[in-house]
């Protein structure tokens, strides 16, 4: 059991910022993950994991915790029959690579989602229609306490959320596909990341959509466009020229930076349109939104 210290999470995220991270593993198994989990509780110290941090915004000061970044079997992927059995740590994009080989589709969608698997359980990640709630049978979860198979009901998994708390940890899911010709699902990828490159500003460092979108006519991206907020900049981050809804790294950006911005944009949207924006990225380490 190897635990890193003073490892900048910065280098993990896809935004890139963010501090150190107090303590930081790579655990390859469910045992080291156990082992892991009770050197922290022995400790005092709370747990989080990372997965290719592109839905997370970590504090600049840094993250008094055991950040956790799963590999080896944690990361692998084999299809049975209809099902699809991944670690927490295998990339969408890999679990999407394998189920096509084995002719299974019904997760296309998440060829748009570039995080893990346990980043698409934790928030229930979706994109066209589809979302982590439709195809997943069960996640297995650890605890200090031990570990279970829990449904998507049991994950209280909704609209981008779920009731997953740090601590717990996706160590493994199941995802029920349909058979599909690979062909096919080739073929609704490639139309799907067209759409998405027309749209979004792909080949920027953001970390994917700011805000959910509100109970609205307008979307968190059209509302905050109306603001006049494209290409608005506070420090190194700026809000993307191409899409109003993301945050990019320009030049040297904070995390600090990127709050302000969101600060400022939940302050427009409220004045202009009577609305309470709900960020969709996840903060890790003391961070916080002024209240509006
Ligand atoms: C360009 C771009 C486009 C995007 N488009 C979409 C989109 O269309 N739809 C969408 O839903 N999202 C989108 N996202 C956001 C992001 O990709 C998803 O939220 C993704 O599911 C995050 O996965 P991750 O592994 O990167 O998680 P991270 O960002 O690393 O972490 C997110 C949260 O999940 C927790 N977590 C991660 N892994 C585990 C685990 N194994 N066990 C327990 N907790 C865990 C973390 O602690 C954190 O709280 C986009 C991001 C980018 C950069």
Redesign the pocket.
């Known amino acids: 059991m190897n635990v890193e210290e003073g490892v900048a999470l910065a280098r ?3 935004l890139g910022t963010g501090g150190q991270a107090r303590a930081f593993a790579r655990p390859e198994s469910e045992r080291e993950v156990d082992e892991l989990l009770h050197w922290a509780a022995e400790r005092s110290l709370s747990v ?9 915004l970590a504090a600049d000061d840094g993250v008094d915790a055991l950040v956790l970044k ?1 590999g080896g079997e944690l990361a692998a992927v084999e299809a049975e029959e209809n099902l699809l059995r991944v670690g ?2 295998t990339a ?1 994009a890999v679990a999407l690579h394998r189920a096509r080989a084995a002719g299974l589709g019904g997760f296309e969608f998440a060829c ?16 066209y229609g589809g ?1 982590f709630a439709g195809v997943l049978e069960r996640a297995l ?1 650890a605890t200090a306490d031990g570990s279970g198979w829990l449904t998507p009901t049991g994950l209280g998994l909704s609209y ?1 959320h779920s009731e ?1 708390q ?1 601590g ?4 493994r899911a199941e995802l029920r596909l349909r058979p599909r010709p690979p062909e096919e699902i080739k073929a609704e990828v490639r139309e799907l990341n067209a759409r ?1 490159k027309a749209a ?3 080949n920027r460092r ?4 700011v805000f959910k979108n509100p109970d609205h006519e307008l979307s968190s991206g059209r509302m905050l466009e109306a603001c006049g907020l494209k290409g608005h900049r506070i420090g190194g981050a700026q809000i993307s020229p191409k899409h109003a809804n ?1 945050i990019e790294n320009a030049d040297g950006a904070t995390t600090a930076d990127a709050l302000a911005l969101m600060a400022e944009a939940r302050r427009r949207a409220h004045e202009q349109f009577g609305v309470r924006l709900e960020h ?1 990225v ?1 903060f ?1 380490g003391p961070i916080e939104l002024p209240d509006l």
Do not use: C, K
């Open positions: 993990y995220t896809t989080a994991v990372i997965g290719l941090g592109s839905n997370l799963l927490g740590g969408n748009a989602i570039p995080g893990t698997i346990g980043g698409g359980v934790w928030m229930n990640g979706g994109a979302d979860v981008r997953l740090h717990q940890v996706v160590l998405r979004q500003p792909t953001t970390f994917g959509s993301f969709e996840e890790l």
